[in-house]
């Protein structure tokens, strides 16, 4: 013998679906990007120029802001020497009307833990059932 089910209590079935399912992808969206975060991080440490010190390499910090139900946000930043992170990733004019030369460290991070993200999620995501 078939079930019949009334067109509303369909309606609210697969909304309480859906919402489970982006509940799910929430929760992979947050943790990829907090691991594909912190292993940024530990690349752009390494990829950083050291100087005499090595404090501008070893200020590079994560942060996540979760803003509203579907929306997380990671981002990568240098905590003591923001200052410098452009003149260091595309040069700058000196006081004696010279140039120095660009350091690329930030972009080449970026774009590769990007690429990164993108397919853990695929990964992750695909694997739902």
């Known amino acids: 013998m078939s079930k019949s089910i009334s067109g509303e209590m369909l309606s609210k079935e ?3 679906a859906l919402e489970g399912y982006a509940d ?6 947050e ?3 907090n691991e594909i975060g912190k292993e940024a991080v530990k ?3 390494q990829e950083s120029p050291k100087g005499a010190t090595g404090e501008y390499a070893k200020s590079w910090r994560l942060r996540k802001d979760k803003k509203g139900k579907n929306s997380y946000i990671v ?14 990733e595309f040069g700058h004019a000196t006081a004696d009307g010279g140039h120095t030369e660009a350091q690329p460290h930030i972009r080449p991070v970026e ?4 690429k990164k993200f993108e397919n ?3 990964q992750d995501i695909g694997g739902l059932k």
């Open 14 to 16: 697969i909304m309480k």
């Open 43 to 45: 690349t752009i440490k």
């Open 24 to 29: 799910d992808i929430s929760d992979i969206v």
């Open 31 to 33: 943790k990829d990007a």
């Open 111 to 114: 774009q590769e833990y990007s």
């Open 75 to 88: 981002k990568l930043y240098n905590k003591d020497h923001y200052r410098l992170t452009h003149l260091l």
């Open 120 to 122: 853990k999620l695929r």
